[in-house]
């Protein structure tokens, strides 16, 4: 199967402090999403971006799909930032949404 | 808030007993996928129910089932239960079952078998 690969596996951030965390794919995907987990478990969908950029708010995400990654941007981080940050993709030619997860990135912003 | 509510939040049982998990999920999604998360890993795909069927499945024995209902909800059963059952389970929901379809996730059920 298609394998999913985050890095840094923990980043530790001083409030105000920019940020980049990668996520690298072994196959071509159809499908790429960027959640974020919090302290209580629960997954936040970020990004749906099997390709291009797109940003909201602090956050922005790019995803080359010719060149197999995919990239997080936190801006400016808040504590409230801490947690899990998840990549999960979708091979092509899959059918529907079966992601596979990477590893994680744990990010720990201190006030 | 994802509008996705899973019960129970926490469950503790004994191995070879059997669990049933219940998730809700947002009005208008047909398609419900659950997921199971080790402490420390990201989520693995079970599988997942479009209009009350399966629809696909992934690396998980029989003993892991499931049934969707036409109000939105569905439910995860693992019978005989092992050690190594013990995780998050977590429910996600989707308008479809496409690939284009952003997924949203429930808060999820902690289970720990003794």
């Known amino acids: 199967g298609i394998q999913v690969e985050q890095s840094p596996p923990d980043l530790i951030l001083q409030e105000g402090a920019n940020s980049t965390l990668r996520c690298n794919f072994s196959?071509?995907?159809?499908?790429l999403q960027w959640f974020h987990q919090n302290p209580w478990g629960q997954l936040i969908n970020l990004f749906y971006?099997?390709?291009g950029t797109k940003q909201n708010g602090r956050l922005s995400a790019t995803t080359v799909a010719t060149e197999r990654y995919s990239l997080l941007y936190i801006s400016s981080s808040q504590t409230t930032d801490s947690g899990v940050y998840f990549c999960a993709v979708e091979r092509s030619g899959a059918a529907g949404n079966k992601l596979t997860f990477g590893g994680g990135t744990r990010v720990l912003v201190k006030p | 808030e994802t509008g996705v509510t899973q019960s129970p939040t926490h469950l503790i049982k004994t191995r070879g007993q059997q669990v049933t998990l219940r998730c809700s999920s947002q009005?208008?999604?047909?398609?419900v996928s659950w997921y199971q998360q080790a402490l420390g890993q990201g989520p693995q795909f079970i599988f997942q129910?479009?209009?009350?069927?399966?629809?696909g499945r992934g690396n998980f024995p029989p003993r892991f089932s499931g049934l969707q209902f036409p109000n939105y909800s569905s439910e995860l059963n693992v019978n005989a239960l092992e050690l190594d059952d013990s995780a998050l389970y977590l429910c996600a929901s989707s308008f479809g079952p496409g690939s284009n379809e952003k997924l949203f996730f429930g808060s999820g059920t902690q289970l720990s078998v003794l």
């Open positions: 129910y479009y209009r009350e069927e399966e629809n």
């Open positions: 196959d071509s995907v159809n499908n």
């Open positions: 971006i099997p390709s």
């Open positions: 009005s208008g999604h047909n398609t």
